[in-house]
Nanobody
Framework: VQLQAYGGGLVQPGGSLRLSCATSGRTDSINVMGWFRQAPGKEREFVVAFRWSTGSRHYSNSVKDRFSISRTNVGRSVYLQMNSLKPEDTAVYYC????????????????????WGQGTQVTVSS
């Protein structure tokens, strides 16, 4: 499975951006897709996970009620709609996927995912 994330950019605080994650390869084997982010000097941080079999979504507390993950009309690809952006949302955002059926406690762990996109930079600044 290959993933490509795009849609990042520079936005003012309070603004919105929509990231896209396109997939290719054996996409039918994907069970969970998600987004992580990494700010300079910090560890990779969980943002959201989406489970294809149930449509369930799990958000980190820092983005809950501001970010929304949804599926596209093209294969197993997803959007990440980001609203009310804050300077602390500045990071490189990575799309990820796994063929494993993750239990809830592992959804937040980068090591649980075995396919990663190249990352797209999101900068929130005035």
């Amino acid at each position: 499975v290959q993933l490509q994330a795009y849609g990042g950019g520079l936005v003012q605080p309070g603004g919105s951006l929509r990231l896209s994650c396109a997939t290719s390869g054996r996409t039918d084997s994907i069970n969970v897709m998600g987004w992580f982010r990494q700010a300079p000097g910090k560890e990779r941080e969980f943002v959201v996970a989406f489970r294809w079999s149930t449509g369930s979504r799990h958000y980190s507390n820092s983005v809950k009620d501001r970010f929304s993950i949804s599926r596209t009309n093209v294969g197993r690809s997803v959007y990440l709609q980001m609203n009310s952006l804050k300077p602390e949302d500045t990071a490189v955002y990575y799309c990820t996927a796994t063929t494993s059926r993750l239990i809830v406690s592992t959804l937040f762990q980068p090591a649980a995912y075995d396919n990663w996109g190249q990352g797209t930079q999101v900068t929130v600044s005035s």
